[in-house]
């Protein structure tokens, strides 16, 4: 999956390429997106530790395992060891990248496809799913909109972070769009903000099955912050 490219590009083609296709960030967006990202993937740990009771000490996979028996796994490894499987997929891939980008090589075009959000969002789907089927649940459209609202806000923070002046989704304002440092801060602290106002909908939703009113006021709280920041870097 993470095997070096066959038929290597001569190093001028190949640093031309890693710019154009590498996912290349800064080293500050780099960390801020993995401790995130990491964030992102094990919070259906939540749901598990939530739904602990009513999870079977074995739960069936379906699979046949040697000898034609089931090949069952524990609570705990659905609960934990799957987002951390995650987790780890995850870390690798961020890895690669910062690797190849540090290297002014082009990823493998697996690790370009997953990027540094595919796993975490896969995790919070699936993972999310596996432990309520355990549990004796089902998961409906009812069950996945906080969700899709709360990975919605984490990528909209992701892409804020260090969004060029030339990205059509960014906070075009007079005060600001000119000035490097206020562009710059402002989109940082709203990108931070809003990947913070997503996982606490995450946490809230699949530690307590619900969004208190006082989540909601946090997340808009979270996501009005950058407005006034941009008047106050402005000046």
Known sequence: MFSKNSNPLPPELERAASERFGKHVSPQKALVTLIFSLLTAASPMLLGLRLWDR????????????????????????????????????????????????ASRVPPSSVRLLGRWSIPVIS??????????????????????????????????????????????????????????????????AGVCWMLAGLQILMFWFLFGSLPWYSMVFVLLLTLSEFPAAMYFSK
């Not at 705990?76 to 690669?96: E, R």
């Not at 309520?132 to 459209?141: M, N, Q, S, W």
Request: glycine share 8%; with cysteine.
């Open 124 to 189: 919070v789907l699936l993972s999310s799913f596996w432990i309520a089927l355990a549990a004796g649940e089902h998961p409906d459209l009812s069950f996945y909109l906080p969700c899709a609202l709360a990975l919605l806000l984490i990528l909209l923070g992701a892409h804020f972070f260090d969004c060029s002046r030339e990205s059509k989704l960014a906070f075009h304002l007079s005060r600001i769009e000119h000035w490097e440092g206020p562009w710059r801060k402002t989109h940082r602290l």
């Open 55 to 102: 999870i079977p000490s074995l739960v069936e996979t379906g699979l046949i395992g040697p000898g034609g028996t089931d090949d069952s796994m524990p609570r705990a490894v659905l609960v934990f060891g799957v987002p951390g499987l995650f987790c780890v997929l995850n870390a690798i891939c961020h890895g690669q990248l910062w690797l190849h980008q540090k």
